[in-house]
C-alpha cells in the first residue's frame, strides 16, 4: 500500500519465494528419484506444455554441477551465484523436467514474480535521540557513520537534497543496476553506473528513494516545523537497482553481488574511508500474500551467507493485514537465522510517540506459527521521505511537500507500508554496527529486540525463543537508544 489510499499500489515486502510452501520431496511422483523443486515451480511444470519458456535456479552441491546439468540439458545460462551453487538459465519446461534427473542437482527454484512494498518516523523510534545524544566507537556522533548501507530496489536519486552530505557531494557510493532477467543472457548482469545517474526515474519508480531516504536521508527542517531524516544520515549508500518489474532472480543477482562486494563495495583500491564495508542489506519486496518460508531458496542460501560473514538482512514483513488466522508474512524474512530481521508497520499518527498501534495492512504471521511472526515493528504508516515529481510512484502520492533548496519543489512525499518501516531498521541497524563495529549480526538483533518498547495494541505479547513477542508486531517497537546503550555506545 502507498500513500494515505487505501486503493494505492501495493508495495510489500521480501523476495519471492512466493507462496512457497515446503518444497515437494524427491520421490513425491513416484520414482524416488527426482530433484525437489519449488511449490510455484511445481504449478509451473504441472501445467505448462512441454516447449512453454521456463526461467530456473539451478540448485547445485556446487556451480560446476550445476553448470554442468544446465549445458547438458540444453539451456542457456543467464549468470551464476557461485558462493552459494546456483545458476540461473531459460530453456522450456521439458528441459527442466530433465534438470530434475541431472546429477548434482539438489533443488530447483521457479523466477517468481515479486512487488515493491509519513513524520519521518526517526523519533518514535529515538533514532534521532540517539543522533543527537550518543556517540559511535569513534566519539562521534551516533548517525551511521562509517557504515555502508546496501538497498535494493527501484533505483535512487543520488542527487536528491536527502542523500547529499554537508558538502553537497552525494552520499551514494556506488549505484548499479541488476539486469539478470529470463532474457539476459550475460554473466556480469549487475553492472556499474555513473553515482550522478537517477536510476529510480529511468525506472519508473521512485519507491526506491524513497525507501533510501527513510535510511539514510539528512535531517532538514522544512516548512512549518515538518522534520525530515533518516536512521541514519552519515552513512554510505550502495544502491542497486533491480527496476520497477520485480522478478526473484533479479534481485537474488543484487544480493549476490552484496555478498561478493560486502568488505570493499567500491573496490580494493577504494578506502574504508571514502567507501565504509557494507553492514546491512534493505529489502522492501516481496510476494504478494506473504508464504511459507523455504530453507532451500536461493535467497535464503544468500542471506545466511551474508550473516556469516558480519552483514545483516532486512526484510518488510509484507503489506497483506491478516488477523493471525494464516500465515502472511514475507517468506525469507521467517528465517531464524541470527542477523535476518523482518519489520512490521507501527503507526505513530504523526505525533511522534511511542505509544501507536499496529498499522492495518501490516502482514500478521499465523498465532499458531512463532517462526512467522515479524521481529520488530517500526514507523510505516504517513512516512515522509525523498521524492521527485518525476518518479511515477511520488505522483500517487497528494502530500508534496517543498526541500531544503529553493529549487526543490515537491522533493518529499508522503508513502505508507512496511517498505517504510524496514529502512528505518537498516538505518538503526548501521547506527548500531557505528556504536560497536565489532558487533556480530546475531547481537545487533539481540540489542534490538531485547530492547524493544513494548507498545500493547494489538496481539498479547507471549514467550518465544528468549524474547516476548506477537504475532502482529513482533518483539515490539524498536529503541534505538536502549539498543545503543546495550552495545556500549556512549554519551555527549
Known sequence: MIAVSATALTVTAGLATATIAAPLAAGDDGDGLLTPVSDTLGAVLS????????TVLVHGVDTAAADDAVRDAGLTKITSFDRIGVVA????????????????????????????????GTEATRSLPAQQSMTGADGTALDGSGVGVAVIDTGVDPLHPALRDAD?????????????????TSTDCVVDLPTTLDTDTLSLGGHGTHVTGIAAGQNYDLAEDTRVGGSAPGSSVVSISTGAALVILGSDAALNWVLE?????????????????????????????????????ATVKLQRALAAEGVVTVWANGNDGGDGSQNLSNPPGQDPTPGVLSVASYNDQGTGTRDGTVSDFSSRGAASEPQSWPDVSAPGENILSACRPTQALC?????????PGPLDLATYNVMSGTSMAAPQVTGIVAQLFQADPQAT?????????????????????EQVAGYASSYDKGTGLVDTVAAATALGAGTR
Not at 542437482?105 to 512487488?115: A, G, K, S
Request: proline share 7%; hydrophobic share 25%; net charge negative.
Open 89 to 120: 538459465a531459460s530453456g522450456n519446461a521439458d528441459q527442466v523436467e530433465e534438470l530434475r534427473s541431472a546429477d548434482g542437482v539438489t533443488y530447483l527454484e521457479n523466477n517468481d514474480p515479486i512487488e515493491t512494498f509519513a513524520s519521518s
Open 168 to 184: 553537497g557531494d552525494s552520499r551514494v557510493v556506488r549505484n548499479l543496476k541488476s539486469l539478470c532477467t529470463a532474457d539476459q
Open 441 to 461: 549480526p546475531g547481537e545487533v538483533e539481540h540489542a534490538i529486540k531485547s530492547t524493544a518498547h513494548k507498545y500493547t495494541d494489538g496481539a498479547a505479547y
Open 395 to 403: 505522483l500517487t502520492s497528494s502530500q508534496p511537500e517543498n526541500g
Open 47 to 54: 501445467t505448462a506444455e512441454d516447449t512453454a519458456p521456463v
Open 261 to 297: 562486494n560486502h568488505e570493499a563495495p567500491c573496490g580494493a583500491d577504494v578506502s574504508a574511508q571514502e567507501c565504509p564495508p557494507i553492514k546491512v542489506v534493505n529489502n522492501s519486496y516481496g510476494p504478494g500474500g506473504g508464504g511459507e518460508f523455504d530453507p532451500n531458496s
